[in-house]
């Protein structure tokens, strides 16, 4: 590999990381503020049916719990509340695989940019470039994929 050809594709698959990192870095946000909106709607219909105005969350789950017994509605809705944690988790976990798999593509990189010379002399570099290529393309394509299930 010359020194042109590795300056293009470093440069290019760091300027392409970014913009992946804040793109799709945006589409999760937007999923984790939505399932948490989702999840703030069956909390507030908790607190409707219980009769309870503004009591923080844990007071209203607690008295869930205990209406839940005897309840089928209160029972359905806490369930539906409950759904949301495991994705809301599993979602903030591939946020932050992505968004770390990007980070470590741009700094390597741009460390590739800074030591350039010695980069086109090891026979293993274009290896390793495609390997880096391959995590950020993995990472984007599996987040999006966890973030948009089909159903």
Known sequence: MDKQTAYYVLSTLAQTCAALAAFVGAVGLFRLGALETGREMFLDTLRRHLSLLTPPQA?????????????????????????????????GKWFIIFEACNL??????????????????????????AAL???????????????????
């Open 59 to 91: 007071a209203v789950l607690a008295a869930a719990e205990k209406e839940a017994t005897t309840n089928s509605a209160i029972r359905d809705v806490l369930a539906s509340y409950k759904n949301f944690s495991p994705e809301i988790q599993r979602t």
């Open 104 to 129: 470590v593509a741009i700094l390597a990189s741009i460390l590739g940019l800074i030591w350039i010379d010695g980069l086109v002399k090891c026979p293993l570099a274009p290896l390793g470039i």
């Open 133 to 151: 290529t391959l995590v950020a393309v993995a990472s984007t394509g599996i987040a999006v994929a966890v973030w948009f299930p089909r159903r």
